[in-house]
């Protein structure tokens, strides 16, 4: 028997009374649960298996598949149900975990960057752009995709007022250096002062930076364009996000 915290991440009914969940795990990263009797149990058991519920799950292990024996919710996100746009928003960087910690075996980074990222998303203090922007880049520097965003690749200038971000190379070009290149996305030096704290900063100062609303929405634009280029694939629950923001 092994005991496990994790948060769930999907679930799939099967038959009448069966489902599997997906679940997040700091050890194990990405692993299915088979729930029995999903639909009969209730209570603390039935919430801790249900989407966005991080929980204790203890389980048994056969064949390679896992059996869930019992389940103790620590956190629901229960808040996140209140608003459309958050929960669709929370299924959103779901869909984007499941795909790109499949592989993944220590996922402390990326789990806790998901609890802290859904924490600000359920209590409002934080824009759904700002948390959009910070989830999408610093998961792609947790999982390997790290933009370059040291210096102009071909000057060295550190802080240009003014550059493109290129989505060919995964790098930026000052203005006097770019040479129109049609495949990348115009930013400012303050843009780029906040792609550089979301990817190196502390967890504990990770969500405390200022941007005006302009800003923050070309910040999302662009974490999403760099997402979807890195993992080429598209997410539908982005696309529905989108059309409720009216994006
Ligand atoms: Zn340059």
Do not use: W
Not at 58 to 75: A, D, R
């Amino acid at each position: 028997m092994t005991t496990l915290e994790g948060i769930v991440l999907k679930e799939r009914t099967v038959g009448e009374q069966d489902k599997f969940i997906d679940v997040l795990t700091k050890e194990k990263g990405l692993i299915e649960l088979s729930v029995r009797g999903a639909r009969k149990i209730n209570g603390t058991s039935s919430s801790s298996t249900q989407l966005f519920a991080y929980s204790k799950f203890c389980y048994n292990e056969s064949k390679g598949k896992f059996h869930l024996n019992s389940s103790e919710p620590i956190h629901i996100f229960y808040e996140l149900r209140k608003s459309l746009t958050a929960i669709s928003l929370a299924s959103y960087f779901a869909d984007i975990l499941r795909f790109s910690t499949a592989s993944l075996t220590d996922s402390g980074n990326v789990l806790r960057l998901f609890l802290n990222t859904l924490h600000f998303l359920e209590n409002g203090q934080r824009s759904e752009a700002m948390l959009k922007s910070v989830f999408e880049l610093r998961l792609m520097a947790e999982t390997g995709f790290m933009p370059d965003i040291l210096c102009c690749r071909s000057c060295g200038c550190f802080e240009p007022q003014e550059l493109y971000f290129s989505l060919t190379d995964y790098c930026f070009r000052c203005s006097e250096c770019s040479h129109g290149d049609e495949n990348s996305f115009k930013l400012t030096i303050s843009e780029l002062s906040a792609i550089r704290h979301i990817v190196l900063a502390d967890f504990n100062r990770l969500f405390n930076f200022r941007l005006s609303d302009e800003s923050l929405c070309r910040l999302s634009g662009f974490s999403e364009l760099y997402i979807l280029s890195q993992l080429e694939r598209n997410f539908y629950t982005l696309d529905f996000y989108k059309s409720l923001i009216g994006k």
